[in-house]
């Protein structure tokens, strides 16, 4: 046995042993563990990475294969695939020799004689919120994975959010297993844009290792990627015949009838999808996987919120349920007839609202057809009205808040109006943030106008579907420089820039304020959404002052939006009898978790059990093995 002095200098040097998630290191935990298929997405490529050679996934729709690959949950811009097209046969992954190659184990015929076990483990992200536009019978169910088969046969297997309009669990994220249907989260607790970990492991024996009868044939885990960091668990109830799918179909996006697709509104996203067809994983091997992807803090949205009021702003939509105007309650701005009802949850509201960035239900606005836009007919920025070459204007004024990037691809050709002032370039009034339209010199690039002109605020490239803040100020009275604009991700790097126009520019057109759409166009569909088969535009914390912020009251609001990281906790060991009794303050950051290893060389870093709170420290106690063990505390 190793002495405890020996165990005590292994923590002692990586006692500080917080590294920051990367693929590589997520792929390194998952291939350690010996998956028999392992579907990365990487680069495009949809071929099975473990052994040297097939399956290779088969993309097919009804239209040719209308997904593609876009970017993962690290934010590398080809490695994972997302599905498009929905109808009788969408987008889908399909293996068309599933028969052959298992890469789900077990299934067939429902039986009591089968002793097939089995894990599947992947990430997904949900779509967006809100029905496609020009839907009269509803999005339909969204299909993550299927292995074909059916409940009434015993041997059914897919896992997908359910049809709004069905009369059971509508939009719910439910899980089929041989003869049974689990709802793993319920439709009001479904978050819109988020990425999710999900694992099931199952035994098809019909009885345990006791003798007893096997009704609890599969364990799911779940866990969301945007903040919460908990990974919920649970068990579906079986027949002892129950199965897993039926042997002999298999398909990513999709029900194995293609239909289904885990697609509109927005591109569903599946990625590092993998199976182990000999054994189930262990609890302590899902939660290494899961400690190993992105998973980072989010505020609440008082701190965002009181930055704003301590910068006493002229106008504050914060857009959470209603568009009225927090600084003065009485004024409402209007929301247009075209605007989406919703009547099924989780869009729980009847005029567009759903989940903002701080995860608040009703928190922001989203755009659904083509009239879709909250307005005013009056001006709400401090200047703007007609051009006048001989004389400057004399408004002052500025403007922040938050949207969110549009998926994937695009149907729909045309501008993509975040907000809008009136006006335009040919009479020097123009006021405006949109995107480029995608068959322009500059497609999906965020852009602004302000007087005459128009410039790029970030490539179309490098804009996520992710939820960016943003702010401008303006000043009509400069001949130079009259607009400074700022853009960033919460937790990435603020860019800024400014923008000049020709003297005598004005903000706007003086008559009017859309957020979601053009005020001249709407009716033309000018609006923050993209065609039925693409995704809504989301719009939050809308704020407008009748004076310039400084660049360090922008930095305030927008460094409100992240979580201060503070130094890392210090980890401290005891020994006592036979165990380790590692602890750290019960005052640091929850976001860490304490994991180790046996090896530095190759390190398989697994969760070294869940801490428990003894006065003022977090304690985790482990039983002093024959080898060396390493410890890291990591989020």
């Given amino acids: 046995?190793?002495?405890?002095?020996?165990?005590?200098?292994?923590?002692?040097?990586?006692?500080?042993?917080?590294?920051?998630?990367t693929l590589s290191n997520y792929q390194a935990t998952v291939k350690a563990q010996t998956p028999s298929f392992y579907f990365t997405f990487d680069a495009g490529s949809h071929a099975n990475v473990i052994g040297s050679s097939g399956p290779t996934l088969t993309l097919v729709g009804s239209a040719g294969f209308a997904g593609g690959f876009t970017y993962d949950i690290f934010q590398?811009?080809?490695?994972?695939?997302?599905?498009?097209?929905?109808?009788?046969?969408?987008?889908?992954?399909?293996?068309p020799s599933e028969g052959t190659d298992h890469i789900i184990s077990g299934g067939g015929v429902a039986t009591n004689t089968s002793t097939a076990v089995g894990t599947i483990t992947l990430l997904f992200r949900t779509p967006d919120p809100g029905p496609p536009s020009g839907s009269?019978?509803?999005?339909?169910?969204?299909?993550?994975?299927?292995?074909?088969?059916?409940?009434?046969?015993?041997?059914?297997?897919?896992?997908?959010?359910?049809?709004?309009?069905?009369t059971n669990a509508p939009n719910a994220l439910r899980l089929a297993f041989g003869d049974s249907v689990t709802t793993i989260l319920p439709a009001t607790n479904v978050v819109w844009?988020?990425?999710?970990?999900?694992?099931?492991?199952?035994?098809?024996?019909?009885?345990?290792?006791?003798?007893?009868?096997?009704?609890?044939?599969?364990?799911?885990?779940?866990?969301?990627?945007?903040?919460?960091?908990?990974?919920?668990?649970?068990?579906?109830?079986?027949?002892?015949?129950?199965?897993?799918?039926?042997?002999?179909?298999?398909?990513?996006?999709?029900?194995?009838?293609?239909?289904?697709?885990?697609?509109?509104?927005?591109?569903?996203?599946?990625?590092?999808?993998?199976?182990?067809?000999?054994?189930?994983?262990?609890?302590?091997?899902?939660?290494?996987?899961?400690?190993?992807?992105?998973?980072?803090?989010?505020p609440p949205v008082s701190a965002y919120q009181t930055v704003i009021s301590n910068q006493a702003p002229a106008h504050y939509f914060q857009l959470a349920g209603n568009a009225v105007d927090s600084m003065n309650p009485a004024l409402a701005l209007a929301i247009n007839t075209g605007l989406i009802l919703v009547t099924n949850p989780p869009f729980n509201s009847s005029v567009g609202f759903s989940y903002d960035y701080f995860l608040d239900q009703n928190g922001a606005a989203y755009f659904s057809i083509g009239t879709d836009a909250i307005y005013t007919n009056v001006n709400l920025l401090n200047g703007g009205g007609t051009y006048?070459?001989?004389?400057?204007?004399?408004?002052?004024?500025?403007?922040?808040?938050?949207?969110?990037?549009?998926?994937?691809?695009?149907?729909?050709?045309?501008?993509?109006?975040?907000?809008?002032?009136?006006?335009?370039?040919?009479?020097?009034?123009?006021?405006?943030?949109?995107?480029?339209?995608?068959?322009?010199?500059?497609?999906?690039?965020?852009?602004?106008?302000?007087?005459?002109?128009?410039?790029?605020?970030?490539?179309?490239?490098?804009?996520?579907?992710?939820?960016?803040?943003?702010?401008?100020?303006?000043?009509?009275?400069?001949?130079?420089?009259q607009a400074h604009w700022w853009v960033g991700r919460p937790g990435a790097t603020l860019q800024s820039g400014f923008f000049s126009a020709i003297s005598?520019?004005?903000?706007?057109?003086?008559?009017?304020?859309?957020?979601?759409n053009q005020a001249e166009s709407s009716a033309n569909g000018f609006r923050y959404q993209k065609n039925s088969h693409t995704g809504n535009g989301q719009v939050s914390q809308f704020t407008i002052w009748n004076r310039l912020l400084t660049t360090n009251e922008v930095a305030a609001q927008f460094s409100a939006l992240s979580v201060s990281?503070?130094?890392?906790?210090?980890?401290?060991?005891?020994?006592?009898?036979?165990?380790?009794?590692?602890?750290?303050?019960?005052?640091?950051?929850?976001?860490?978790?304490?994991?180790?290893?046996?090896?530095?060389?190759?390190?398989?870093?697994?969760?070294?059990?869940?801490?428990?709170?003894?006065?003022?420290?977090?304690?985790?106690?482990?039983?002093?093995?024959?080898?060396?063990?390493?410890?890291?505390?990591?989020?």
């Fill in 1 to 21: 046995m190793k002495t405890g002095s020996t165990i005590l200098l292994a923590l002692t040097c990586f006692s500080l042993g917080v590294s920051a998630q």
């Fill in 76 to 95: 590398n811009p080809t490695n994972c695939i997302y599905f498009s097209l929905g109808g009788s046969s969408g987008d889908g992954a399909n293996d």
């Fill in 136 to 166: 009269t019978t509803g999005p339909g169910a969204k299909c993550i994975f299927s292995a074909g088969g059916a409940t009434s046969s015993s041997n059914a297997l897919y896992l997908q959010i359910e049809n709004p309009n069905s």
């Fill in 193 to 298: 844009d988020a990425w999710y970990y999900f694992a099931l492991t199952y035994n098809e024996s019909a009885t345990n290792a006791d003798g007893s009868p096997n009704t609890n044939k599969a364990t799911w885990y779940l866990g969301r990627l945007n903040g919460a960091g908990t990974l919920a668990s649970g068990q579906t109830i079986n027949n002892t015949n129950a199965v897993a799918g039926s042997g002999t179909l298999f398909f990513i996006g999709a029900q194995t009838t293609g239909s289904s697709s885990f697609d509109k509104p927005g591109d569903g996203r599946v990625d590092e999808f993998a199976t182990w067809t000999n054994r189930q994983l262990s609890t302590v091997e899902i939660n290494a996987q899961f400690a190993g992807l992105p998973n980072p803090a989010i």
């Fill in 388 to 481: 006048n070459a001989g004389s400057l204007g004399t408004g002052k004024g500025s403007i922040s808040g938050m949207f969110h990037g549009l998926p994937c691809t695009n149907y729909y050709t045309g501008q993509i109006y975040i907000l809008d002032a009136g006006g335009n370039t040919g009479t020097s009034n123009a006021f405006s943030l949109f995107l480029e339209n995608p068959t322009s010199a500059n497609p999906w690039s965020l852009k602004m106008r302000f007087g005459d002109s128009s410039d790029v605020l970030v490539p179309g490239t490098n804009i996520l579907s992710e939820w960016y803040y943003f702010a401008i100020t303006y000043d009509e009275t400069v001949t130079n420089h």
């Fill in 504 to 516: 005598n520019s004005l903000a706007g057109a003086g008559n009017a304020f859309y957020i979601g």
């Fill in 565 to 635: 990281a503070g130094p890392p906790p210090t980890l401290s060991i005891a020994v006592s009898g036979t165990n380790a009794i590692i602890s750290w303050p019960s005052s640091a950051d929850p976001g860490y978790a304490l994991q180790s290893t046996t090896n530095l060389a190759l390190p398989n870093w697994l969760s070294a059990g869940a801490a428990y709170v003894v006065g003022t420290n977090n304690v985790v106690t482990n039983s002093i093995s024959g080898s060396a063990q390493f410890y890291r505390l990591k989020k």
